[in-house]
């Protein structure tokens, strides 16, 4: 059973540029999450996806922006990149049940992002 | 808003010693608790998690925690650590929204450091 996966495991961009993440969900689930996590920092809450559409959403600003596939796989975008937005960037699946998004988030190894 | 306080930033212990890690959440209504562990340049493992019930939670690698609502705390313990336990362990807490899905609000993180 594949676990969750993310592309690519490492990125180095510069100021100013935009960026793609990709994550594909543990089998069977249906939700994923994105957290950013700064060096020495817990991860923080990005947004949640299922059904195609943006759920729940954390402080972040409009630069971060996502989309999900109909087969549950999501991208993450960022654009015009800070020096602030290096990071790992980790994906997190679950599956939601009747609405409810009961069962635990399973994340993946995350992107290493760094911006110059 | 939830929260998570994990008070204690890094912790030396001895290989076959004991060991606690503090986490202390606020939050409106019962909690789903979670303890995670990373280790350096990777995704997050999930170690166990409370839901409800017992408040005694038993997870992998020989790890249990306990759910005290009056002290609002979760506190993750080990009674022999190993040298491969080193790491940095997150608490975390999972917020129900009114859509019905949860997310993750992380604690800054233990580092566990094992020394012979």
């Known amino acids: 059973d594949a676990g969750v996966t993310q592309s690519p495991t490492h990125l180095i961009k510069t100021r100013g540029q935009q960026v793609t993440l990709r994550c594909s969900p543990k089998?069977?689930?249906?939700?994923v999450s994105w957290y950013q996590q700064a060096l020495g920092q817990g991860p923080q809450f990005i947004f949640q996806y299922y059904e195609e559409e943006e759920r729940q959403r954390g402080n972040f600003p409009d630069r971060f922006s996502g989309h999900q596939f109909p087969n549950y796989s999501s991208e993450l975008n960022v654009n015009a990149l800070l020096l602030g937005d290096s990071a790992l960037y980790l994906c997190?699946?679950?599956?939601?049940?009747?609405?409810?998004?009961?069962?635990?988030?399973?994340f993946g190894p995350g992107t290493r992002l760094t911006v110059l | 808003a939830q929260s998570v306080t994990q008070p204690d930033i890094h912790i030396t212990v001895s290989e076959g010693a004991s060991l606690e890690l503090r986490c202390n959440y606020s939050?409106?209504?019962?909690?789903?608790l979670f303890w995670y562990v990373q280790s350096p340049g990777q995704g997050l493992q999930l170690l166990l998690k409370y839901f409800s019930g017992d408040t005694l939670v038993q997870g992998i690698k020989g790890f249990e925690a306990e759910f005290k609502r009056s002290q609002s705390s979760f506190n993750l313990r080990k009674p022999s650590v190993h040298w491969s336990d080193a790491a940095e362990y997150f608490c975390a807490v999972g917020a129900r929204t009114n859509f019905g899905n949860e997310k993750l609000t992380f604690g800054t993180g233990t580092r566990l450091t094992i020394i012979p």
């Open positions: 939050y409106g209504a019962t909690p789903y």
């Open positions: 089998s069977g689930h249906d939700t």
């Open positions: 997190a699946s679950s599956l939601d049940r009747f609405g409810l998004s009961t069962d635990t988030q399973y």
